[in-house]
Structure formats: C-alpha cells, structure tokens
C-alpha cells in the first residue's frame, strides 16, 4: 500500500455495507472479505426493503450527521431517518445518497485489500 493510500477508520470496517446469504446486515469487513459469507449492493440484488433496512442501520449509526440541502435545509440524523422512513423524496434522495457512498467504500475498501 502506497504512503498516501489513505486507512479507513476502524468504525467504517465495523459498520454494516451489505448482507449476508441468510440476508442479516454484513459488514464492511465481512463484505471486502473473499472468505467470508458478505456481499454489497452490487453483487446481488436485495430487495428494496432490505437495502433500506441496511441504508437506516447506517444512518442510526450518524450520531453527528447534517447535511444541507437545496430547497430542504439542514437534515440532521433524526429527519434523515424519518424521511427515509416515510419515503417522501428527500429520504429517496438521501437513500440514493447513501447507496453511492457505500458503493464506492466497497470500491475502495477491496482496492486497499489488493494493495495490502
């Protein structure tokens, strides 16, 4: 690994990231993990209602969370989750939100390993 190749903070490594066969939350670990019963939103297909039970297990775990946004304000953890919750389209975006962040951890989290 590269002097500048960023570490991931040891909670991302412990956070869920996908699932499991049985179809309980993997995380990150489990998932980068060839030898380990995980596999993220890219390898398979879970259905919606899986995905969103692992997008509010991730934002359950934001203690701090605030984002801002255009035309909605602040959105801190506890409105992220309410809004994920009730789909309104602020929680779809923010769902998506955190689908293209967890892609790309995977992404980066498997090349870290290779470079290891």
Known sequence: ??????????????????FKSDGSLAT???????TKD????SD????????KDLILQRYNLKKDFKMYVLGEGE???NRAIAEIQNGTP???YLESFE???LSNLVKA????????
Not at 1 to 18: I, V
Not at 38 to 41: E, N, V
């Open 44 to 51: 398979k297909i879970p259905t919606s209602e899986l995905t």
């Open 1 to 18: 690994m590269s002097k500048n190749a960023k570490q991931f903070p040891s909670d991302e490594w412990a956070s869920p990231a996908g």
């Open 38 to 41: 995980g596999f993220d939103l």
């Open 28 to 34: 990150l670990k489990e998932v980068v993990d060839p």
């Open 90 to 92: 602020l929680g779809k």
């Open 99 to 101: 689908k293209t962040y």
């Open 75 to 77: 959105v801190d953890q």
């Open 109 to 116: 989290a498997r090349k870290q390993q290779e470079d290891k």
